[in-house]
């Protein structure tokens, strides 16, 4: 099966399992309190235990020297759209609501779409780079992504939360013990009749986190099929702000983050193939579901925000498998 048909089946099966979510949410088996709980626990106890996991069993001092760029390519992909909002938006006329707009062009769904395409193509190196890149664009999102909601002025609630990240914990706890320990990277698979007794419990620990980890893709899609759900679909009326989003996040912002990886690739930069179609990926991902929570927390358009979620993420059901077979096609 080719690349394409992967990323094109990948897309519509985890479409299916966001539209369970959807239906969940309109017959009222999930309520907005249970989302807001789940969302809580993806956040700060099924996501970290997945990156924590996936650090330890995939990350060692080759792999930090090959890889040491790929938390700058996530930060990359937010710079470079918040470039295109920025430039872009005022072709559409925007009277109002800039600030949001172009915070809603530059974070794109980073961890939770691109997650199980990369695990179903390029299994656990991947999955890898993926958190990775996390880490950058976390780092993005606290700042410039808070700053441009605010006028460009940092806030000292958005670096507390970069600071506080469970996710940016768990990569750097991950990180360093498997670095200062590097048989606990077999953990997972450790041989009970082999082991010791400190070895079994630390086992224990190691394989309860990767259970909990497991639990971060089906649950992120079903939340986001329940918050998709939980919309007014008759406030989504076409707007100028709404159409500029769109057409920039699945289409501009992707297009100029591959043209200038290409460029950099023709005059001699090279990156492993893997991260660079992983970057492609996350650039070609729909508006963030956590912007509507971030653009309500800092004095933004939450409105706009839950439209721009709703209509990207429909669309890019269509977009990023054509982009992605425009990618292989020509060889990018």
Known sequence: ??????????????????????????RRLIT???????????????????????????????????????????????????????????????????????????????????LPIVEQLFGDEG???????????????????????QGNRPHKVALKELLLNPGLM??????????????????????????????????AVVQALSILGSMTIPISLVITGAQLGSLNLADHYPTRELTGVIILRLLVAPALTIALAAAAKASGLRLPEVARLTTYLIATMPVAISCTAVAQRFAGDSLLAARAIFYSTLWSILTVPVIYWVIQALRL
């Open 1 to 26: 099966m080719s690349d394409f048909l992967v990323v094109l089946l990948r897309i519509a099966s985890m479409f299916l399992v966001m539209a369970l979510g959807f239906l969940a949410r309109k």
């Open 32 to 114: 907005d309190d249970t989302t807001e709980a789940l969302s809580r626990l993806l956040v700060d106890m099924f996501f970290p235990a997945l990156v924590f996991t996936q650090m330890l069993r995939t990350v060692n001092q080759e792999v930090l020297r090959a890889g040491w760029f790929v938390p700058l390519l996530g930060a990359a992909v937010i710079v470079i759209a918040q470039g295109v909002g920025r430039l872009g938006l005022p072709l559409f006329r925007l009277r109002a609501n800039m600030a949001t707009a172009v915070f809603l062009v530059t974070m794109p769904n980073w961890i939770f779409f691109p």
């Open 127 to 149: 999955v890898r780079d993926v958190l990775l890149c996390n880490v950058g664009c976390q780092l993005m999102l606290w700042t410039i992504g808070v700053w441009t909601l």
């Open 170 to 203: 768990a990569t750097a706890a991950g990180i360093m013990l498997a670095l200062l320990f590097p048989l606990a990277r077999g953990l997972e698979n450790v041989r009970a009749a082999d082991a010791s007794g400190g070895m079994l419990a630390a086992a």
